[in-house]
């Protein structure tokens, strides 16, 4: 009886962490998608401002510093910025192919912290921190620091 009974515990243990480790895969997959859709391929591989319209947040933007000084870019302009870019005559969508790599992908409850490196022609380029929060519609990323790699 109590070998049975400690058979059944170990059972439901081992479900309930086969669910949980299920549901966090559901959720860095859908992380994940989010930022390829919109950040990866909307705002640097096929440079698709309604995509990234739909992945950031209206109030996202990107910080940075100059000295002690905090730099604050607004997604409106960025994809203001992503639209020019892509409309320009001299624009050619072969010679704008970004590799990207998730170093990480962090998830505690409605928030995520995603670290992702970005390649271009074989350089690392950047190296991104992107916040990101669960909205009723879904995920969206609100903030992003960054660091630009020197080319090397």
Known sequence: MKTRLINTLIVFII???ATSVQAQSQVEYEIRETVLNGYVNGAFNALNPEAMGETFHEEFAIFSTDGENLNRYPIANWIQNTAAQKNHPNFDPADNVWDHSFSSVDVTGNSAMV????????????TDYLSLLKFNEGWKIVAKVFTQHEPG
Do not use: I, T
Request: net charge negative; aromatic share 20%.
């Open 15 to 17: 479900a309930f962490l």
């Open 115 to 126: 670290k992702l490196e970005l390649f271009h022609e074989g350089n690392h380029v950047f």
